[in-house]
């Protein structure tokens, strides 16, 4: 799940009058309409509507996907009637929209409402959204919890497809294959996508399709941590410390003209852990193995209390004691829907070439 909130330290003051939770409502899609021209310039018709207590409400998200307007609450859920409310201000400002609630505030973050009559039939319902070109399917309900596609990864997406064609790529931490088939439809001729989920590496597979570009993908299920290290050429056991590892794929070594690394701020698996707060650079190390000398890692870290130039400086550092001094580290920023008011935005992303 992508984090919507605040850096530590900000306060903002929440309307609880339904007036006043839907001028805000309001005032966020307004302030997005020049950059929803540009995005649809750009053949994407999905965006961020209301980025949180970014601005002003903590705890809910708006994001349009096409024909869809998702709404999630995160802290608390939201009565029938300013949900109607909200429905009413997207009608009137971005017409043709089906409006989904999911209330998300229950314990981990599951979806915790049921959805009745209309939003029943919009929230099942198969759809496509399309972002620089490329079509991804989308609903606003399934089996998960998270959307199938992360917006603020958007400009990520854009930067990989620029340099993509002829590329190769490593995709991991997958999810449904956004950058993969993002990358795939930019004309990579290889592109592996990872992930432990088989049910999200499947809407990967559907997106593919979609594309027309599966010949080139391929999804592949598994533990990040046993494909990297094998990828780079190092040997992972069967067994630890006499206790017998899950099976995992055998793979030959392989280096790649661009890695994505976009882990979850924390997993445990008996390969390893992720913990993109305390150590990023467990993970990083065997990642390094598998770029190119004339490739480019971008890394993500989407935890907002991580300082970005603290995160840069444990990039450098990794890579220096590896053996893979980093030669330039560009810093890819959200477009203007994921606004942070206090220069700390939960997603920091790094292109990082060797």
Same mark, same amino acid.
């Given at each position: ?20 939770l ?28 209301? *980025?949180?207590?970014?601005?002003? @409400? ?5 994001d349009?996907?096409?024909s ?6 995160? *802290?608390?859920? &939201? ?7 909200i429905? %009413?201000?997207?009608d009137? /400002?971005?017409?043709?929209?089906? @409006? ?5 505030s229950?314990?981990g973050?599951?979806? +915790? ?23 991804f ?11 199938? @596609?992360? #917006?603020?990864l ?9 340099e993509a ?6 995709? &991991?931490?997958a999810?449904?294959?956004g950058?993969?088939? %993002?990358?795939?439809?930019a004309?990579?001729?290889?592109? @592996? ?8 590496? %499947?809407?990967?597979v !559907?997106?593919?399709v ?5 010949a ?8 990040v941590f046993?494909?990297?290290?094998? #990828? +780079? ?6 067994? $630890? ?16 003209? #661009? ?15 992720v $913990? ?16 190119? !000398? ?14 970005? !130039?603290?995160? *840069?400086?444990? &990039? ?12 330039? /580290? ?5 477009? !203007? ?5 206090? +220069?700390?935005?939960?997603?920091k992303v790094?292109? #990082?070439?060797?």
């Open positions: 799940m992508r984090p919507a909130s605040l850096g530590q330290g900000e306060q903002l003051t929440v309307p609880t009058s339904v007036t006043g839907t001028d805000m409502v309001r005032r966020a899609i307004e302030r997005r309409a020049q950059l929803a021209e540009r995005l649809l310039s750009e053949d994407t018709d999905c965006y961020r509507m209301l *980025h949180g207590a970014q601005e002003g @409400l903590p705890g809910v998200t708006l349009r996907y096409g869809l307007a998702l709404l999630q609450t995160f *802290h608390e859920p &939201l009565p029938d009637a300013v949900v109607a409310a429905d %009413a201000v997207v009137a /400002l971005v017409p043709g929209l089906d @409006l989904v609630y999911n209330d998300r229950g314990a973050s599951r979806v +915790g409402n049921r959805l009745a009559g209309a939003q029943r039939v919009a929230g099942k319902a198969a759809r496509a959204t399309r972002e620089h070109g490329v079509r399917h989308i609903r606003g309900r399934h089996r998960g919890s998270d959307p199938w @596609l992360f #917006l603020d958007r400009t990520t997406r854009r930067a990989i497809m620029g064609s002829g590329a190769s790529l490593l995709n &991991l931490f999810y449904t294959c950058v993969g088939v %993002a990358a795939a439809f004309g990579a001729h290889r592109v @592996l996508n990872v992930d432990f989920a088989e049910s999200s590496l %499947a809407v990967g !559907d997106n593919a979609l594309n027309g570009v599966h080139r993908t391929t999804e592949l299920v598994s533990d046993p494909v990297v290290r094998q #990828l +780079g050429g190092m040997r992972q056991p069967a067994v $630890d410390r006499g206790r017998r590892l899950p099976p995992f794929p055998r793979l030959e070594p392989e280096s790649f003209d #661009l890695v994505c690394l976009d882990p979850p701020p924390v997993a445990r698996s008996p390969f390893g852990v $913990d993109i707060l305390r150590d990023y650079q467990t993970l990083l190390k065997p990642v390094l193995r598998v770029v190119s !000398d004339s490739g480019a890692l971008y890394c993500t870290n989407n935890l907002a209390r991580v300082a970005e !130039d603290e995160w *840069h400086a444990v &990039l450098r550092r990794c890579a220096e004691r590896h053996g893979r001094p980093v030669r330039s /580290l560009d810093v890819i920023r959200p477009d !203007d829907d994921f606004p942070s008011l206090d +220069g700390r935005p939960p997603l790094a292109r #990082l070439t060797f």
